[in-house]
């Protein structure tokens, strides 16, 4: 594999800072571009594209080759983990993922202790593929969902708006929600671990629903699993490149940062840039946070939106990425002035 040397996105994750800030976008492989619209509608259903290696590879190569962006993140979903338990996954039209609830501890006594690998071949072909097809000097990405965020999805069955379902399962059935989270972190060492050694260069942990949580439960359900997650993925690799994405943790980052040890931390675009800049970036490499909807707005106030978050960050360790993922109705106009303005 090419020296990280080459890689700016791993140079800040390793520590040094980069004069133009690499950029990569959440989702960027997705429906805001017509050749992926195109290659969706040949595939057939969603899980169907994240389960055909030539094709997910195509769509993680798809804005690489459009923007020239400084990182590709393999092509997947969160929920192939809860797949690979051997639980029903779907994807419906317009509604989202469905999932059998484990929303009882008769339930969780039916989880599979650990994940078949074996279903997840397809994405590690894809990373093979991707790597191949990348110029040494990007970087590609490997991901998992938070086990707090997949367990979200596990107990209810589906998204719900706050997440109430596992909220309340975490309170009523301590133990058996631990077994969900348990197995979780002990799956997705395993799946990180084959990514990197299918070509990944750096792993983000996505923890998307953990700003839902209060401060005592946010450090047991969403700092423990993913500083377990960390450790477990070292002891194999001990220089992983971890990035970690607890949405909505405002005040309690410097804590995720500590406790974790991850590489760098994303941030939403609701952090507050001076307590981020002292708190976090002091230790840490960020990476973040232009709010989705000013890059659909354009014009002037994209301008202004990404001036700020340059002055706000890019004095430190600093990745330049969105708060969360783009949208589909984002004008691909807007995606390029943002790419001038940033490396302009």
Known sequence: MPQSATKPFIDVLSGQRQTIPPMWMMRQAGRYLPEYREVRAKAGGFLDLCFNPELAAEVTLQPIRRFGFNAAIIFSDILVIPYALGRSVRFEVGEGPRLEPLDDPAKVATLATRADLGKLTPVFEA???????????????????????????????QGTPDQAPARMMAYRHPEAFAKIINVLVESSIEYLLAQLAAGADALQIFDTWAGVLPPAEFARWSVEPTRRIVEGVRAKVPDAKIIGFPRGASAQLPAYVEATGVNAVSIDWT?????????????????????????????AALDRAIDDVLANFAQGRFIFNLGHGIQPETPIAHVEQMLKRVRG
């Open 127 to 157: 990373l093979k593929i991707v790597r191949g097809g990348l110029a040494p000097e990007v970087a590609l990405i490997g991901f998992c969902g938070a086990p707090w965020t997949v367990a979200t999805y596990m107990v209810a069955g």
């Open 271 to 299: 952090a507050e840039p001076a307590f981020v800049r002292e708190r976090v970036q002091s230790k840490v490499a960020v990476q973040g946070n232009l709010d989705p909807l000013v890059l659909i707005t354009g014009g």
